[in-house]
């Protein structure tokens, strides 16, 4: 199973596993469920209800009712940053190559490539691309330069600062052991979760948090400078 390292604005390096085929069709067979869903409730509502009308009218308000269909896909990846329904239950999501967010006009180009990697061939290309390619894109994925990730598959922040910190490391803020283990914990976990959901106040304001309660300034970024201040305690209080 391979992944990508994702280096935020903020110089906080995340590593996700590239979201595999077995995920994503189990995604597309789960939306597919939500779309027969839709059906079976037009048929018992709406399409009773207008089967009174005549014969033109009836084909118009199918028509219409089949525009959600078409475009379900696109609209929830707008809507939902990336996710679908299936994609929500299957824990994966649509990113940028770089971990950004991905633009609705991304999402358009994956909407509209479908047609090759999906329907024209039977699936065929989309899931020979998946397989093939290095980040595991079909066609659209590519030609929008998206890759779909496992969210809940993302490498523990803290194991990787803790991985960091061998014998010969030299700490930079020796008072990082007034910090409490309780204290300790609480940063690292703010500190995972903001990388994770790449909220940036919330990674600033605990930033401030630690100046405040070390009596500290520095010049480092954000993520450095709680990387560096968790790696001083542990170095600290490990001896």
């Known amino acids: 199973m391979s992944n ?3 280096n935020t604005a903020q110089n906080v390096n995340i590593e ?3 979201a595999g085929l077995g995920k994503r069709i189990l995604a597309f067979i789960i939306d597919a469920l939500v779309l027969f869903a839709y059906i079976i409730i037009l048929t018992f509502t709406v399409y009773r209800a207008i089967s009174v009308l005549d014969g033109d009218n009836n084909i118009g308000a199918y028509e219409l009712s089949m525009i959600p269909i078409f475009i379900y896909s696109l609209i929830m990846h707008i809507i939902f940053n990336g996710r679908t329904v299936g994609k929500f239950i299957m824990g994966i999501k649509v990113v940028k190559e770089d971990g950004s967010p991905a633009r609705w006009s991304d ?7 479908r047609l090759v990697d999906l329907w024209l061939f039977m699936f065929t ?13 079909r066609l ?4 929008a330069k998206t890759i779909v990730i496992n969210t809940r598959k993302s490498v523990n922040i803290s194991h990787t600062i803790l991985q960091e910190v061998d014998e010969g490391y030299q700490p930079i803020f020796l008072n990082a052991h007034l910090l409490s283990d309780i204290q300790a914990n609480e940063i690292k976990e703010i500190y995972r979760l903001a990388g994770q959901s790449r909220d940036y106040n919330v990674l600033h ?8 309660i070390l009596q500290i300034k520095s010049d480092l970024k954000d993520g450095q400078f709680v990387r560096t201040v968790l790696k001083d305690y542990f170095h600290l209080t490990s001896k």
């Open 140 to 143: 659209g994925d590519m030609m």
């Open 205 to 212: 304001q605990l930033r401030l948090k630690i100046e405040s």
């Open 4 to 6: 990508t390292a994702i």
């Open 107 to 113: 999402f358009i180009v994956r909407w509209i490539v």
């Open 125 to 137: 290309v989309g899931t020979v691309s998946i397989l093939l390619t290095d980040k595991q894109q």
């Open 16 to 18: 996700y596993v590239y």
